[in-house]
C-alpha cells in the first residue's frame, strides 16, 4: 500500500518551460489537493479537487493548473514556469471523515 | 475565511526542557485540529489530530495538545524535549464545507543537547 506518490521528486527547469507534477494515490480518496511549502510561510493551498473530474482554486493558484481525470491521479501543471513557482510541491488526499495523507514532496526549482 | 496562527517562529530550548507551541485558529464552526512535525529534509509527518471527545489529546513521541475552544486554541505541549524533537512545527485546522486544511506558518524548534 504505497499512500500518496509524487513524481518526480527533485525538477529544475528554465523560465517559461513548462511541466506536469503527478500525484497518484491508492487508497481511494475523494479528496485530493495540491500545497506549495515556502519558508516562513507554511504550506498554502494551490488547488484541490472533491472528486473525479472536478478541480477548483485555493489560496495561490495563479500560475498553475490541475486536472483529475481518474480517481487516483491528480495532475497540476505549470505551463509557463517563473522563478516564484520555484518551492517544494506536496500533495495530499483524505476521505471524509478521515485524516490527510501526505505525499514526500516534489522540488522544483526554477532558474 | 480561516486562518491559523503561530506565535513563535524559532524556538531555542536546551534538552529535557518543556515546550509549549501556541496555535490559535479563526473559524466558527466545528473544526478538525491537527499538529504535523517535518523533519530536516523529510515531508510532514502526523503528530496527533483532534476530531472530537476529550480535548487534551496524546499523540506519537510523547507529545499532546490541548482544544480550548472558548480561546480557540491547540497548544502542543511535551514536558521534556529531545535533540531528535529538532523539526518545524505545523498546527493545521480544517472545517467548513469543503474541509480544506489550512496551515499554520510553522514553528522552528531548534533543540540544544
Not at chain 1, 15 to 32: P, R, V, W
Amino acid at each position: 500500500n504505497a499512500g500518496v506518490t509524487q513524481t518526480p521528486k527533485f525538477r529544475v527547469l528554465k523560465t517559461g518551460q513548462s511541466m506536469t507534477l503527478l500525484c497518484a494515490q491508492d487508497m481511494n480518496h475523494e479528496y485530493m489537493y495540491w500545497y506549495r511549502q515556502d519558508p516562513g510561510m507554511g504550506l498554502r493551498l494551490i488547488h484541490y479537487s472533491v472528486g473525479e473530474g472536478t478541480t477548483a482554486k485555493g489560496e495561490v493558484p495563479d500560475g498553475y493548473n490541475v486536472s483529475r481525470l481518474k480517481k487516483q491521479n491528480f495532475l497540476l501543471g505549470l505551463e509557463s514556469a517563473a522563478p516564484s513557482q520555484t518551492s517544494v510541491y506536496f500533495c495530499a488526499s483524505r476521505d471524509a471523515g478521515s485524516g490527510y495523507t501526505f505525499g514526500s514532496g516534489t522540488r522544483l526549482t526554477v532558474v | 475565511a480561516q486562518s491559523v496562527s503561530q506565535h513563535n517562529h524559532h524556538v531555542i530550548l536546551s534538552e529535557a526542557a518543556s515546550l509549549e507551541l501556541g496555535c490559535n485558529y479563526s473559524y466558527g464552526g466545528t473544526v478538525n485540529l491537527f499538529w504535523y512535525v517535518q523533519y530536516p529534509g523529510q515531508h510532514l509527518q502526523l503528530l496527533l489530530k483532534y476530531f472530537s471527545g476529550d480535548p487534551l489529546v496524546k499523540g506519537i513521541k510523547g507529545f499532546e495538545a490541548e482544544f480550548i475552544k472558548s480561546k480557540f486554541s491547540f497548544n502542543l505541549r511535551k514536558p521534556s524535549v529531545q535533540w531528535s524533537d529538532t523539526a518545524e512545527y505545523f498546527c493545521a485546522v480544517n472545517g467548513g464545507s469543503q474541509g480544506n486544511l489550512i496551515f499554520g506558518k510553522g514553528t522552528k524548534l531548534s533543540v540544544k543537547p
